[in-house]
């Protein structure tokens, strides 16, 4: 049976990509499109098989009339505001109501790919990789993580990668903070999160050896307009709801601008600091089984301070 999309394009808001973009993306889905609230209202409450909405309004009545469909239906916000912006609208409930927030952003290239990206990730059910995000036939750079004795040559190896593609000192030096968290997660905070409770007791100073069936993969690769960094774990253990409880929470301290220099925190203080770096932070879990984290960063346009940027935020359950 075809995929059902919902497309919402509402007036006064950024509008969407064209529709065109989810009949490529779609691959013989259904592609219904309404511009008012009413409309999609009326549809949510008659069309109980739709899988996906897209929405360019943080509309809390929308999202709801989705979600009361079931747990399976994906939602996903197209939106210039910011996190803290989209949060206010939907009434601090967007942990509940939203599982991907697409930045719409001017140009479009960007909006469109993560977009295109997105659907067909929801509709093959094809989520792992960085090489989705990459144009065709794009190197990918993959690093096996034995534990905290790589973190200096990797980190070191993906900066000199950046350096050699262009993409300045500031860039740089934020994906070296990327890969360095990414890679604090994998080694300390994953196994945690995964059982291996022995890893707790550690200081993240501490060295690590992972165990072979412990160990983690860093992937990396650029093609000159998007630069995409991963790590996966084989635990598995990382929930939906937590991801946007940990942002929600780490963005509503009063004290979050100074957060992002502090080393203490664990995963949820990764997490942020790796949205905070980049454009894009994707979640791709196989519970039990795998969790990549992939930061995505837009090589023509630098990264803004958080209140003024709109950044993507995704989470995918295989």
Same mark, same amino acid.
């Given at each position: 049976?075809?995929?059902?999309?919902?497309?919402?394009?509402?007036?006064?808001?950024?509008?969407?990509?064209?529709?065109?973009?989810?009949?490529?993306?779609?691959?013989?889905?259904?592609?219904? !499109?309404?511009?008012?609230?009413?409309?999609?209202?009326?549809?949510?409450?008659?069309?109980?098989?739709?899988?996906?909405?897209?929405?360019?309004?943080?509309?809390?009545?929308?999202?709801?009339?989705?979600?009361?469909?079931?747990?399976?239906?994906?939602?996903?916000?197209?939106?210039?505001?910011?996190?803290?912006?989209? !949060?206010?609208?939907?009434?601090?409930?967007?942990?509940?109501?939203?599982?991907?927030?697409?930045?719409?952003?001017?140009?479009?290239?960007?909006?469109?790919?993560?977009?295109?990206?997105?659907?067909?990730?929801?509709?093959?059910?094809?989520?792992?990789?960085?090489?989705?995000?990459?144009?065709?036939?794009?190197?990918?750079?993959?690093?096996?993580?034995?534990?905290?004795?790589?973190?200096? !040559?990797?980190?070191?190896?993906?900066?000199?990668?950046?350096?050699?593609?262009?993409?300045?000192?500031?860039?740089?030096?934020?994906?070296?903070?990327?890969?360095?968290?990414?890679?604090?997660?994998?080694?300390?905070?994953?196994?945690?999160?995964?059982?291996?409770?022995?890893?707790?007791?550690?200081?993240?100073?501490?060295?690590?050896?992972?165990?072979?069936?412990?160990?983690?993969?860093?992937?990396?690769?650029?093609?000159?307009?998007?630069?995409?960094? !991963?790590?996966?774990?084989?635990?598995?253990?990382?929930?939906?709801?937590?991801?946007?409880?940990?942002?929600?929470?780490?963005?509503?301290?009063?004290?979050?601008?100074?957060?992002?220099?502090?080393?203490?925190?664990?995963?949820?203080?990764?997490?942020?600091?790796?949205?905070?770096?980049?454009?894009?932070?994707?979640?791709?879990?196989?519970?039990?089984?795998?969790?990549?984290?992939?930061?995505?960063?837009?090589?023509?346009?630098?990264?803004?301070?958080?209140?003024?940027?709109?950044?993507?935020?995704?989470?995918?359950?295989?």
């Amino acid at each position: 049976m075809n995929s059902k999309v919902l497309y919402i394009d509402l007036n006064g808001h950024k509008p969407l990509p064209d529709a065109s973009v989810l009949r490529v993306a779609g691959n013989g889905a259904e592609i219904m !499109s309404v511009t008012d609230q009413k409309s999609a209202l009326a549809v949510l409450s008659t069309s109980k098989d739709l899988d996906t909405i897209v929405c360019n309004c943080p509309d809390p009545e929308i999202f709801e009339a989705a979600k009361a469909i079931g747990t399976d239906v994906n939602t996903v916000l197209v939106t210039e505001n910011t996190m803290e912006q989209y !949060s206010k609208l939907l009434g601090g409930k967007e942990d509940v109501l939203i599982d991907h927030v697409i930045a719409n952003r001017s140009p479009s290239p960007w909006t469109i790919n993560e977009l295109r990206v997105t659907l067909q990730k929801i509709i093959r059910k094809d989520i792992f990789g960085i090489d989705k995000y990459l144009a065709p036939a794009t190197p990918v750079h993959e690093l096996t993580v034995k534990g905290s004795a790589d973190r200096e !040559s990797y980190n070191s190896a993906v900066m000199t990668f950046a350096e050699e593609n262009r993409l300045g000192q500031y860039m740089a030096k934020l994906v070296f903070g990327i890969t360095e968290e990414l890679l604090m997660n994998a080694i300390y905070d994953a196994p945690v999160a995964g059982g291996r409770h022995h890893y707790g007791e550690l200081p993240r100073t501490s060295a690590v050896s992972l165990a072979p069936n412990e160990y983690a993969k860093l992937t990396y690769g650029s093609d000159g307009a998007v630069f995409a960094i !991963s790590v996966a774990d084989p635990f598995g253990a990382l929930k939906r709801e937590k991801l946007f409880q940990y942002l929600k929470k780490v963005l509503r301290r009063q004290d979050s601008a100074n957060l992002i220099d502090t080393k203490k925190g664990g995963a949820g203080l990764g997490l942020f600091k790796i949205l905070y770096s980049s454009h894009s932070l994707i979640c791709n879990v196989r519970k039990d089984q795998i969790t990549e984290v992939v930061a995505l960063i837009d090589v023509q346009h630098q990264v803004r301070d958080f209140s003024k940027m709109a950044r993507s935020v995704h989470y995918f359950s295989a």
